[in-house]
């Protein structure tokens, strides 16, 4: 069974710190994705990455970088933190089935983070 | 633009009852959709994807190209149904397996 590990359920940081979200994957995905989910928003892709030391910008990346330095691990870091980046973040992976399909994305628990 | 929509926030039904989740999509070039369902205090998982043509917890779901939806339907609604769904899109050949995901529908089954 797929396991996508996020380090903290919660999180309470204050503003203009700067905060790292980790996730790890114990499956050999390809494909690592950083959401955040607000209620009534659904969820916004933040940053992907397809590859080590690869990383793409999602929807929403302002405020946000990231870090991929092994295939298993994808970091979400908050430069400056800002009250306006209180949410819920989800780490989500997948495989890539060459020429196929797109394969189903695997959700870690998420992380909830509170900026104070 | 690639889109998908949900059209009800919150959903209520009686236990019993049949039940439609809405999901329409916008796009030109043909789709891939699945349904991804949150319990409460869970985390995301799949519930179902149209290439699969399969019937999960009593949820089945067909893509219909022409109207471009693919709703998710249960004839005889549970109360461990209740929870929270999301229709999400991706592209054949599309950026490794991005998901545009709607917003999300609550489901209340009631007792």
């Known amino acids: 069974d797929v396991k996508v590990t996020q380090s903290s359920r919660y999180l309470v940081k204050r503003t203009g710190e700067k905060v790292f979200l980790e996730c790890v994957q114990d499956?050999?995905?390809?494909?690592m994705f950083w959401y955040r989910q607000d209620p009534g928003l659904g969820l916004r892709l933040i940053y992907f990455?397809?590859?080590?030391?690869?990383?793409e910008k999602g929807d929403i990346p302002e405020g946000y970088s990231v870090s991929r330095e092994k295939k298993e691990r994808f970091s979400l870091i908050l430069e400056s933190a800002s009250t306006s980046q209180t949410s819920m973040y989800l780490c989500?992976?997948?495989?890539?089935?060459?020429?196929?399909?797109?394969?189903?994305?695997?959700f870690g628990d998420g992380t909830r983070l509170s900026i104070l | 633009a690639q889109r998908v929509t949900q059209p009800e926030k919150l959903l209520s039904v009686f236990k019993g009852a049949p039940v439609e989740l809405k999901c329409n999509y916008s796009?030109?070039?043909?789709?891939?959709l699945f349904w991804y369902v949150q319990y409460s205090r869970q985390r995301l998982q799949l519930l179902l994807r149209?290439?699969s043509r399969e019937s999960i917890k009593g949820f089945t779901a067909d893509l219909n190209k022409g109207e471009t939806s693919f709703h998710l339907k249960k004839p005889f609604a549970q109360e461990e149904d209740s929870a929270m769904y999301y229709c999400?899109?991706?592209?054949?050949?599309?950026?490794?397996?991005?998901?545009?995901f709607g917003k999300g529908t609550k489901l209340s089954v009631k007792p």
């Open positions: 999400a899109l991706t592209t054949y050949g599309g950026s490794q397996g991005n998901l545009i």
């Open positions: 499956m050999d995905h390809e494909n």
């Open positions: 796009y030109s070039g043909s789709p891939e």
């Open positions: 990455s397809y590859d080590v030391k690869m990383k």
């Open positions: 149209h290439i």
């Open positions: 989500a992976s997948s495989s890539w089935d060459r020429g196929y399909s797109n394969q189903p994305q695997h």
